[in-house]
């Protein structure tokens, strides 16, 4: 395949010229150069060619001239004999060259305007002598010829294989048409609609070619609506049947637009065949509009699964949970009553209500021979739905809660039995929340279920709100078999706090060794001195985190015999006891224990003097600096470290030269900390040789230490020690890492350039510490680099032209971007799916602009909303920039995409202000259907009760139905 590029300016002169072009036409870029095109075509304007052209520079748009009217441009001989042509076939694209204007959009980016055109030319004379080729293959008679020539066609590089595959399905072998499909499958060409359309109709009684044909129009990328929707109209039942079945196949995401919307132009005539005469008909076009998410079609499926037809309203509430258009949810609740129905009705419920329906599914539960477990687990998707929205999961399940009565509770332990894991988990919600009963058979059944891995987490809460009437039932489970369930007693015991469990698990201390630790925590939390001694017995246990464990719990005791024990402590001959009592004696400060302390910063034990070393800082009045200089400069490598790393909390100038000397240690984690500590005092006469550990300590730990000091040193001198690190192709990711967020803790102008060059490598993890560091930092020109980052690394960008959705693409001139824009359309630059890491570089770069929270940060999360990859995450990011950002996040609504408004609509409704509400109430009046209805939901969910009479007029007023629902439902729970 060769491709050709030339240029010219707005009127249409020839600019450039490449070498290939003058090649194949004779014509030299001198010649060619400064002419009109007119004059090199001279029947530009006859064949009709000269109208693209004017089309292009008007509107700005890419248009391919069509192979099969304008076979070429230029009138030149084939490069290779051809069999079937006598001039070369030519593709030919044109597109718009662009420049900036002086307009702006309403983010202040420049509106592009044409200058000129770029045209690329594509000899396609070999592709189409093979589609002549493989098109006689596939009319042989021998099978093996033509199967080959199916499958040749999958990746065949002809332009128009379609017609020639849609032929193939209806070939005697199976093999021919398997092979037709499956290369079917992976074709865009513009001829298959009408091939397979033509097949669906004629073949449809024919079970081998109707079936091929389904799996193409499920499998596709064709545009096949229009031709199906004509097939809606078929005097043919099974004509009818087969379109409404490929209609609702037709929401593949890869159908989505880069907004993430669905094809709706089937909605219409599917909405108008579920009033065919043909049940199965209808029963078909209602699963499409399920399929289609078609909220135009909320009514007339509503009207279906409230007409009694249980044949096509079990489909109907399936479809209208797809849907997922809450507004019809009080229609529902009335269908809770027909047993036929109720649990296709609780499980709507459960996927499409809000908290107002949470009474109607309690009350059910009260019922004898109610579906239990289908209602909990609704009332627990409700719980996770509020719980990931709103972070009031606990709300749902404490209202569920309140409408159930004794029987109802009674319901939910019988159900326990039979639950599936999804619906155990609901049950352990609700019964949670439960009072109990008299003859505590709710918290007895909670008890054992610490047995149940899947659940243990929700009963221990459930458990710890129980509180002391329970503490009886979990000490008995202090004696189950399995040692989580124990371990869960101990710790929610240790959370309830009942002074009556601690004779026990003072027991458990010394006989069960698995929960030693936790069973230390445990009464650390309860705070009863009757475990003082059996702790203080423990102080010398072999297990370091058993002695951690047990410090922890004498410290939160403190026990007025501490003092005392601690000095013969600190002097007994166990090290393990001495080592605890230091860590005591240094928790307490006990002034009694100075000079103990201190001697332990010679113990004979190596362990003894670290945790004496690690602890003397914080001594007042005591010379701790001496003994330190000490340790390091005499002692073993691990204390030697120690003091290191206690230096570092002290203020004293005199450290600085014996941190100096300790840089030359033999022991890398005696530089390691040694490097920290400097860095943790900022000692710019540190700097020299900060750098030269950076760059040549052997230790990569100490490297990465000297480049984080260096950061916090700061100014243009560590700057360009640091810059050159994090451009070094040869340094490990650790100390890129290290420097590029050093980089960012540096405000000085000359660390952006860096930071904003590493921002655009191809390496994904430099892009991503980058990133970070931007965060960090900020700057001029952070926010927009940040917002081009994510659409280059989220891969979105504009198929009908190629560029990208986002604006402005950094470090792209006119022609770069012109000549991205014409392969985009010649498929050279197809859309593609983000890898793991780019998600992480996207993720990344949301995270820093959340964290600049600027306005012109939080202008670009608002933007990024707008596109379906990313807008859950910055609708997150926006979330947690909290209420003194309501105004700039309100600016949202003013935005000229729908999408953007709408979430700017749920940051406001997460942030529950009443400065939020307000920009709420003005959303009402939006143009926008879709952010009306959102503006209502969201008021509706605060309780918003100042838009009641505005809400009061859109239910009878509003043009959308969907909106005068919501209106209708916000009414109904606002009473």
């Avoid at 128009?160 to 595959?165: D, F, I, V």
């Avoid at 004629?202 to 109707?210: A, K, S, T, Y």
């Avoid at 989580?484 to 009556?500: F, K, T, Y």
């Avoid at 939080?858 to 379906?868: G, K, M, P, V, Y």
Wanted: aromatic share 4%; net charge negative; glycine share 6%.
């Amino acid at each position: 395949m060769t491709i050709s590029i030339f240029t010219t300016d707005a009127n249409l002169i020839v600019r450039s010229w490449d070498d290939w072009l003058a090649s194949v036409t004779g014509l030299s870029a001198e010649k060619v150069c400064g002419v009109s095109l007119a004059n090199l075509v001279p029947d530009l304007e006859t064949r009709g060619i000269l109208a693209y052209f004017q089309r292009v520079l008007k509107n700005g748009r890419v248009e391919t001239l069509s192979g099969a009217v304008y076979p070429y441009l230029f009138q030149c001989p084939t490069v290779k004999p051809s069999l079937h042509f006598e001039f070369m076939q030519q593709r030919v694209t044109i597109a718009p060259l662009q420049e900036n204007s002086n307009s702006r959009d309403w983010s202040n980016f420049p509106i592009l305007s044409a200058i000129g055109v770029v045209v690329t030319v594509e000899d396609v004379t070999a592709q189409l002598d093979l589609q002549k080729d493989l098109s006689f293959e596939l009319d042989n008679s021998d099978e093996l010829v033509r199967l080959r020539a199916a499958q040749a066609l999958a990746t065949a590089q002809v332009l128009e294989p379609e017609p020639m595959l849609v032929k193939a399905l209806g070939d005697s072998s199976w093999r021919v048409r398997r092979a037709a499909v499956d290369s079917l499958a992976q074709q865009t060409g513009g001829t298959i609609a009408t091939s397979l359309l033509r097949s669906l109709r004629e073949e449809h009684r024919n079970p081998g070619v109707l079936n091929a044909v389904l799996q193409v129009l499920k499998q596709s990328k064709v545009d096949i609506v229009p031709a199906l929707i004509d097939c809606l109209n078929s005097e043919d039942v099974d004509l009818r049947i087969y379109a409404a079945l490929a209609l609702g196949e037709q929401n593949n995401p890869a159908r989505r637009d880069l907004r993430g919307n669905l094809d709706r132009r089937a909605i219409p005539a599917l909405i108008r065949a579920l009033e065919d005469t043909d049940a199965n008909v209808r029963y078909h076009a209602i699963d499409a509009l399920g399929n289609l998410n078609a909220t135009l079609a909320v009514e007339p499926l509503m009207e279906i699964a409230e007409s009694g037809d249980f044949f096509l309203a079990f489909p109907a509430l399936d479809a209208l949970t797809r849907i997922g258009d809450g507004t019809v949810t009080p229609r529902m609740l009335p269908l809770l009553e027909n047993e036929l129905l109720c649990v296709a009705v609780v499980g709507a419920i459960g996927q499409l209500g809000d908290a107002s329906v949470v009474p109607a599914l309690a009350r059910l539960l009260n019922n004898t021979g109610t579906p239990v477990a289908e209602i909990a687990a609704a009332i627990g998707s409700l719980y996770d739905r509020y719980e990931r929205l709103y972070r009031e999961g606990n709300y749902i399940a404490a209202l569920a809660a309140s409408y159930v009565d004794t029987a109802g509770v009674q319901n939910l332990v019988d159900a326990v039995q039979w639950a599936k894991p999804n619906e155990l988990r609901a049950l352990v919600l609700l019964l949670g929340q439960t009072p109990g009963n008299t003859d505590r058979n709710v918290e007895s059944v909670m008890v054992q279920l610490l047995g149940h891995p899947t659940v243990r987490y929700l009963v221990m809460e459930a458990l710890v709100r129980y509180g002391k009437r329970i503490t009886d039932l979990l000490i008995e489970q202090l004696k189950a078999e399995v040692c989580q369930v124990r371990e869960a007693a101990v710790a929610v015991l240790g959370r309830i706090g009942d002074p009556l469990a601690v004779p026990a698990l003072t027991q458990l201390l010394t006989t069960d060794p698995e929960l030693t630790i936790t069973t230390a925590g445990a009464l650390a939390q309860i705070g009863d001195r009757r475990a003082y001694d059996t702790l203080l017995g423990l102080m010398g246990h072999p297990s370091s985190g058993v002695r951690q464990a047990v410090v922890a719990a004498l410290n939160s005791l403190g026990h007025p015999d501490m003092l005392t024990r601690t000095i013969d402590l600190l002097q007994d001959k166990d090290p393990h006891v001495r080592e605890s009592a230091v860590k005591i004696a240094g928790y307490f400060a006990f002034n009694e224990c100075v000079t103990l302390l201190l001697e332990r910063c010679r113990d004979s034990e190596e362990d003894v003097r670290r945790a004496a070393i690690e602890l003397i800082p914080y001594l007042e009045n005591a010379p701790v600096l001496p003994t330190l200089i000490w340790a390091l400069e005499n002692d073993t490598p691990k204390v030697r470290a120690t003091a290191a790393r206690a230096l570092g909390q002290m203020e004293s100038p005199i450290a600085y030269p014996y941190l100096l000397n300790a840089l030359m240690d033999g022991d890398a984690w005696v530089r390691y900390y040694a490097t920290r500590a400097l860095g943790t005092h900022a000692y710019p006469e540190a700097m020299d040789t900060l750098a030269q550990l950076a760059f040549s300590d052997p230790a990569t730990q100490v490297r990465i230490a000297a480049v984080e000091a260096l950061g916090r040193v700061g100014g243009p001198r560590a700057v360009s020690i640091l810059a050159p690190l994090a451009e070094d192709s040869s340094s490990t990711d650790d100390l890129v890492r290290s420097a590029l967020m050093a980089l960012g803790e540096i405000g000085h102008p000359n660390s952006l350039p860096p930071l904003l060059s590493a921002l655009r490598s191809s390496d994904l993890q430099r892009r991503i510490y980058s990133a970070r560091a931007l965060g960090k930092r900020g700057g001029t020109g952070v926010e927009a680099a940040l917002y081009s980052l994510v659409a280059v690394d989220s891969g979105l960008f504009d198929e009908t032209s190629g560029t990208t959705i986002f604006k402005p693409v950094p470090e792209v001139n006119a022609n770069e971007a012109i000549v991205s824009s014409s392969c985009g359309e010649l498929g050279i630059l197809p859309s593609h799916e983000p890898t793991v890491s780019q998600v992480h570089v996207v993720q990344a770069a949301i995270e820093a602009l959340a964290q600049l929270s600027t306005p012109e940060a939080i202008a670009a999360l608002l933007e990024l909303t707008s596109t379906h990859q990313v807008n859950k995450v910055c609708i997150a990011a926006l979330t947690n920039l909290g209420e003194e950002h309501i105004v700039a996040i309100g600016r949202g609504l003013k935005h000229p995409h729908t999408k953007v408004r709408a979430a700017a609509i749920d940051v406001l409704m997460r942030l529950k202000h009443p400065h939020a509400s307000e920009f709420l109430i003005a959303a009402l009046d939006d143009k926008d259907s879709s952010v009306r209805l959102a503006a209502i939901n969201a008021l509706e969910h605060l309780g918003n009760r100042n838009a009641q009479q505005k809400i009061a007029v859109l239910a009878h007023t509003d043009p959308d139905p969907t909106v005068r629902r919501a209106a209708q439902k916000s009414q109904i729970t606002s009473v």
